[in-house]
């Protein structure tokens, strides 16, 4: 089994900065990428960003490119979602998920954090 864990969240005014993590725990091992996701309410849920398991390609949603940066730290197996420039359509809940393959689905995911910004 897969542990994943959130945290960084909260309420920023826009334009602000907040980092978010996410600690992986369990069987991590060979998985291929790990990810973030986000959920504003009433919506379905959207990809962020995306990082391989050895850091090497990043991906990232049309709407964040620019202003969030998504990067692992191997020896804390953490991944960490920058988020700049914040803007109240940012607010959601947040997630990070890990893919175990590059055919598979995300197949574990964190509880989520909220990010709420104000305008």
């Known amino acids: 089994q897969v542990q994943l864990v959130e945290s960084g969240g909260g309420l920023v005014q826009a334009g602000g900065s907040l980092r978010l993590s996410c600690a992986a725990s369990?069987?991590?091992?060979?998985?291929?990428?790990m990810g973030w996701f986000r959920q504003a309410p009433g919506k379905e849920r959207e990809f962020v960003a995306t990082?391989?398991?050895?850091?090497?390609?990043?991906s990232y949603a049309d709407s964040v490119k620019g202003r969030f940066t998504i990067s692992r730290d191997n020896a804390k197996n953490t991944v960490y979602l920058q988020m700049n420039s914040l803007k109240p359509e940012d607010t959601a809940v947040y997630y990070c998920?890990?893919?175990?393959?590059?055919?598979?689905?995300?197949?574990?995911w964190g509880q989520g954090t909220q990010v709420t910004v104000s305008s």
């Open positions: 998920a890990i893919k175990k393959s590059l055919g598979s689905p995300y197949n574990y």
């Open positions: 369990g069987r991590t091992f060979g998985s291929y990428a």
């Open positions: 990082i391989t398991w050895s850091g090497s390609r990043t």
